[in-house]
């Protein structure tokens, strides 16, 4: 179970450190919309608010890890399916943003069009590396999400049967008293 634990455990760093990236990415995007006085389409939306929520949950997953027992990792297992969930959410909404060329997603032509209605410079060339990496980051924490979801199942299945295995040892030796 030690093995599995710190699989885990470096899988939540690499989480984390890929929300903190996302959650940065997002920001700025929505930023970029709100100096046009537009509305922020929902597929930068939606990875920006689940990586922040991401973000504060894994803080605490990371550092508890090696405490937990099985009702913290069926809570963490159930946190994982949320984010899990609403990566794949958001992975659906950015489904026009995919393309090799990177001019023809649609989220980078929306953004680019907005900032030049608006009259501001719209920052072509630096946002399409930006949304690029948005998307690949969202595909890649759903990935991520989808595993850890699975290891923290498996740990409380493994702790399950640990404790079952400890109690079933102490009936036994408390019935023959």
Known sequence: MFFEKAALWF???AQWCLCVTLLG???YLVNEYAQAKSRVPPEVWLPCITSAFAVCIMFYSITLLCCLGRLLLNIAAFFDFCFMV???AAVVL???NFHQD???????QAL?????QAGI???ANKNLPLVKAMVGLTTTLMVLFIITTLMCINLARLADEKHEEKTSHRRRSTSRV
């Open 112 to 116: 680019t069009w907005t900032r030049q």
């Open 102 to 108: 990177g001019r023809q997603n649609h989220l980078w």
């Open 121 to 123: 410079d719209s920052h």
């Open 86 to 88: 609403t990566y794949i």
């Open 25 to 27: 990415i997002s920001g």
């Open 94 to 96: 950015n489904r026009n």
């Open 11 to 13: 899988l939540r760093i």
